[in-house]
């Protein structure tokens, strides 16, 4: 009886450690921490399903079927989520994919990029730094300037003149 007991008491023991390093683990592969966050049910409640699909579900919007791809209006680019400006009109260029494009964001710590690996391809993903949410992708066959190109929903994005 007593032995079992103690036999109990030890892997309870480890148990514990186990879940413990496991909550550690979990914290520090978590998704990155954002200044501005809230639940996906407060998300659904300022968003169209699009613009939650897209920020919320790292969702893609159809090419040439969207607000911005040919908007040639000189201004702002800020995240649909909480406002952070993004991209400028004045970044912006004819990538000829039917989504904005932009050669650099509006400041580069406005924007946050991670590694995408889904649907079998590796591709570098782009985010608003302030609350995480999905704007694009970033490839490296934009114009000379920079060589880079920033593939952007406009869904993920609000546009204000000037
Ligand atoms: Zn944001």
């Not at 998300?43 to 040439?64: C, D, N, V």
């Not at 607000?67 to 260029?93: I, L």
Request: positive net charge; contains cysteine; charged residues 20%.
């Amino acid at each position: 009886m007593r032995l079992s007991f103690t036999h109990k008491k030890i892997y309870m023991k480890q148990l514990f450690f186990v879940l413990i390093g496991f909550a550690l683990f979990g914290c520090s592969s978590d998704a990155q921490q954002f200044a501005v966050s809230k639940t996906p049910e407060e998300w659904k409640k300022m968003l169209t399903s699009e613009q939650y699909h897209i920020t919320r579900e790292q969702g893609t919007e159809p090419a040439f079927k969207n607000a911005y791809w040919d908007n040639h209006e000189k201004g702002t680019y800020v995240c649909v989520c909480c406002g952070q400006p993004v991209f400028s009109s004045a970044h912006k260029f004819e990538s000829g994919t039917g989504w904005p494009s932009f050669y650099q964001p509006i400041s580069a710590k406005n924007v946050g990029t991670t590694t995408d690996k889904s649907y079998s391809m590796v591709r570098t993903e782009v985010h608003c730094s302030r609350c995480g949410a999905h704007l694009g992708h970033l490839f490296d066959d934009g114009p000379n300037l920079t060589g880079l190109r920033y593939c952007i929903n406009s869904a993920s994005l609000k546009f204000n003149k000037g």
